[in-house]
């Protein structure tokens, strides 16, 4: 069926940096933005950024900006999150969803339509 | 960036209506229809809801509905049963340089 199947947990010591994948299936792929957003333990949903599966583009949140890459692989239909310079406050549950709309344009974002099942990064030395 | 204040907790009996508010500003709820709701049970991902202010996914129950006035947003659930029993958070386009803001969310509590 329609879904997207994250990696599995991390443990990282502060200053590591952590990959997450995000493995679309059943959908096509590159028709799609994709989006990052984490919640860390009691916090709110915090957005980090999108890509357009289909040209690469991308947008990050400036609270991450310079620390978040997001990259995808067309050929396998997965999306990847790295985030570097990790500190303990980066301790929660990563979740890549998708765009509701398709791909986006002019940096409107509308709906997150489909979810990862979440990926917990914990962060501690 | 600004966040969207949503009540803490909210209760009620099954059977009844409850309504969920969701308050911003005139920089994203006021300024904007692309407010979406999200429904997310204890260890599970967030499940959309409502899209737009007012619009239903397929397959979700036509007993929840959104609707926005002014810089307040609101989801209200009709008939209400304990599988509604979860956290919903709301969210908010908020401009090219913001993005997207989401609310505190509110613990939904079925006596």
């Known amino acids: 069926q329609v879904q997207l199947v994250q990696s599995g947990a991390e443990v990282k010591k502060p200053g590591a940096s952590v990959r997450v994948s995000c493995k679309a299936s059943e959908y096509t792929f590159t028709r799609y933005a994709m989006h990052w957003l984490r919640q860390s333990p009691g916090q709110r949903l915090e957005w980090m950024g999108w890509i357009n599966a289909g040209n690469g583009n991308t947008k990050y949140s400036q609270k991450f900006r310079g620390r978040v890459t997001i990259t995808r692989d067309t050929s396998a239909s997965t999306a990847y999150m790295e985030l570097s310079s990790l500190r303990s406050e980066d301790t929660a549950v990563y979740y890549c969803a998708r765009d509701i709309v398709g791909e986006i344009l002019g940096g409107v974002i509308d709906a997150f339509d489909l979810w990862g099942q979440g990926t917990m990064v914990t962060v501690s030395s | ?111």
């Not at chain 2, 099954?14 to 300024?31: A, K």
């Open chain 2, 1 to 111: 960036q600004s966040a969207l204040t949503q009540p803490a907790s909210v209760s009620g009996s099954p059977g009844q209506s409850i309504t969920l508010s969701c308050t911003g500003t005139s920089s994203e709820v006021g300024s904007y229809n692309l407010v979406s709701w999200y429904q997310q049970h204890p260890g599970k991902a967030p499940k959309l809801i409502i899209y737009e202010v007012s619009k239903r996914p397929s397959g979700v129950s036509n007993r929840l509905s959104g609707a926005k006035s002014g810089n307040t947003a609101s989801l209200t659930i009709s008939g209400l049963q304990a599988e509604d029993e979860a956290d919903y958070y709301c969210c908010s386009y908020a401009g090219s340089s913001t993005s997207v803001v989401f609310g505190g969310g509110t613990k939904l509590t079925v006596l």
